[in-house]
């Protein structure tokens, strides 16, 4: 076993901040005895291949250098390889992408320096991951996932990185003014709910579409996903509310549901299916059935 650490970076996160931040980061990790080597992404989802191979050559502690995405695909590879137990490994983030969110719910920093100090005091919890299963794919996820005007932002959003964090507003604008609301049948809690519903998300943690609050969060590793049913929530009122999906008293909206699951089933009940997004990612449309590994992969938090 490798006792350094296997950093993956990816040059395109954050509109290619890393070309004018690796120095930086190098120098940084060094000056703290970070013992490490970097495999640098060239291709989409290239960080699931790097994940592999480091753990196939005996490492067990990764840094994610890159934003929600990078992350996401470096859980993803965690969680198909076939080497070692899931929990034997450790993840830290150096957080250089757009939106950055699932660092917020663990207090990590966006500046570098305070990022590296916080991979040197190597502070660990064990976190929940998430197993989304479409008819033709299983897509894990370690922040909030969801389906309807979430993935409709997130598709907008691909087109629109190029703004910045602006982008996700630009974002939210756009799916206020074109989403169309959409009928789901969900499965949850032994119960089942047919509405017409303008999302439904189901996170891990906390925080999604660059710092919103949008489920009742309770634990990252409770075993339990936190689930938000926001209903037939008209223009003006979402625009009226807007503040409250920052603060997080969207939840006490009385068209809006939360509840907690180990499992859920999401059945759009239209032929127009919806966008699905996981960690910020579309992953494509149709039936979504959803699971968790309990306390499955180790996070270095602050």
Same mark, same amino acid.
Request: charged share 20%; net charge positive.
């Given at each position: 076993?490798?006792?350094?650490?296997?950093?993956?970076?990816?040059?395109?996160?954050?509109?290619?901040?890393?070309?004018?931040?690796?120095?930086?980061?190098?120098?940084?990790?060094?000056?703290?005895?970070?013992?490490?080597?970097?495999?640098?992404?060239?291709?989409?989802?290239?960080?699931?291949?790097?994940?592999?191979?480091?753990?196939?050559?005996?490492?067990?502690?990764?840094?994610?250098?890159?934003?929600?995405?990078?992350?996401?695909?470096?859980?993803?590879?965690?969680?198909?390889?076939?080497?070692?137990?899931?929990?034997?490994?450790?993840?830290?983030?150096?957080?250089?992408?757009?939106?950055?969110?699932?660092?917020?719910?663990?207090?990590?920093?966006?500046?570098?320096?305070?990022?590296?100090?916080?991979?040197?005091?190597?502070?660990?919890?064990?976190?929940?991951?998430?197993?989304?299963?479409?008819?033709?794919?299983?897509?894990?996820?370690?922040?909030?996932?969801?389906?309807?005007?979430?993935?409709?932002?997130?598709?907008?959003?691909?087109?629109?990185?190029?703004?910045? !964090?602006? !982008?996700?507003?630009? !974002?939210?604008?756009?799916?206020?003014?074109?989403?169309?609301?959409?009928?789901?049948?969900?499965?949850?809690?032994?119960?089942?709910?047919?509405?017409?519903?303008?999302?439904?998300?189901?996170?891990?943690?906390?925080?999604?579409?660059?710092?919103?609050?949008?489920?009742?969060?309770?634990?990252?590793?409770?075993?339990?996903?936190?689930?938000?049913?926001?209903?037939?929530?008209?223009?003006?009122?979402?625009?009226?509310?807007?503040?409250?999906?920052?603060?997080?008293?969207?939840?006490?909206?009385?068209?809006?549901?939360?509840?907690?699951?180990?499992?859920?089933?999401?059945?759009?009940?239209?032929?127009?299916?919806?966008?699905?997004?996981?960690?910020?990612?579309?992953?494509?449309?149709?039936?979504?059935?959803?699971?968790?590994?309990?306390?499955?992969?180790?996070?270095?938090?602050?």
């Amino acid at each position: 076993m490798i006792h350094s650490w296997f950093v993956i970076a990816n040059p395109t996160s954050g509109n290619k901040k890393l070309s004018k931040k690796w120095k930086d980061i190098a120098q940084l990790l060094t000056e703290k005895n970070i013992d490490f080597s970097v495999g640098y992404t060239t291709h989409s989802k290239h960080e699931i291949e790097l994940v592999h191979t480091a753990i196939q050559q005996g490492y067990r502690n990764i840094i994610s250098v890159g934003g929600d995405g990078t992350l996401h695909n470096v859980v993803n590879g965690i969680m198909t390889q076939r080497y070692v137990k899931t929990s034997e490994i450790t993840v830290a983030v150096i957080p250089i992408g757009t939106g950055n969110d699932w660092i917020k719910t663990h207090n990590i920093p966006i500046n570098i320096e305070k990022a590296v100090e916080i991979i040197e005091k190597k502070k660990i919890i064990l976190q929940d991951i998430g197993v989304l299963k479409l008819e033709n794919s299983t897509t894990y996820f370690n922040n909030i996932a969801g389906i309807g005007y979430d993935g409709y932002v997130v598709n907008k959003l691909n087109k629109l990185k190029r703004f910045g !964090s602006i !982008s996700y507003v630009l !974002s939210g604008i756009a799916g206020l003014l074109f989403y169309k609301k959409t009928t789901f049948k969900i499965e949850i809690a032994n119960k089942i709910i047919e509405t017409k519903c303008l999302m439904t998300l189901f996170g891990i943690c906390k925080f999604s579409g660059g710092g919103m609050k949008m489920t009742d969060y309770k634990n990252a590793a409770d075993g339990l996903f936190d689930v938000t049913i926001a209903k037939n929530i008209g223009l003006l009122d979402l625009v009226f509310n807007l503040p409250k999906l920052y603060n997080g008293k969207i939840i006490n909206h009385k068209k809006v549901e939360t509840y907690l699951t180990k499992e859920l089933k999401i059945i759009p009940q239209t032929a127009d299916k919806p966008f699905i997004q996981v960690d910020g990612e579309l992953i494509g449309t149709g039936i979504v059935t959803v699971s968790i590994k309990e306390k499955a992969i180790k996070f270095v938090i602050r």
